[in-house]
């Protein structure tokens, strides 16, 4: 069995694109946004805002803690959600990255 092409890439990489992939729905950016605001919510609460069904935002929510964006603590039949920042530390760190180098080498291209 060959290697996968994940295999190809440093495990940075292939973390960075696992955390961005994440935020690649709009359903998920609309949970991401919701959980700033409130700061801890519950999965209910997710439902109401978002013009999706519970199994779907589940889903969604599912995938965002599978990337490490959000967290999740059991409380009593719910789960409580909020924002995990290790996650955004790191994406915070590529795009700074990128923005510095960009502010450095600022001239016309292509």
């Known amino acids: 069995m060959g290697a996968s092409k994940s295999d190809h890439f440093t495990d940075h990489q292939n973390e960075l694109a696992t955390l961005t992939k994440a935020l690649g729905h709009p359903a998920r950016i609309a949970i991401i946004e919701y959980l700033l605001k409130v700061n801890t919510c519950i999965c209910g609460d997710i439902v109401n805002e978002l013009p999706l069904s519970q199994p779907t935002v ?3 929510l599912k995938e965002l803690k599978s990337a490490g964006l959000i ?4 409380d009593g039949n719910a789960i409580c959600y909020c924002i995990n920042e290790a996650g955004f530390e790191k994406i915070k760190g590529f795009f700074e990255t990128i923005a ?3 502010e450095k ?3 016309e291209c292509c």
């Open 58 to 60: 589940s889903q969604h």
């Open 71 to 74: 967290k999740g603590n059991i």
């Open 100 to 102: 510095l180098h960009i």
């Open 105 to 107: 080498n600022k001239k």
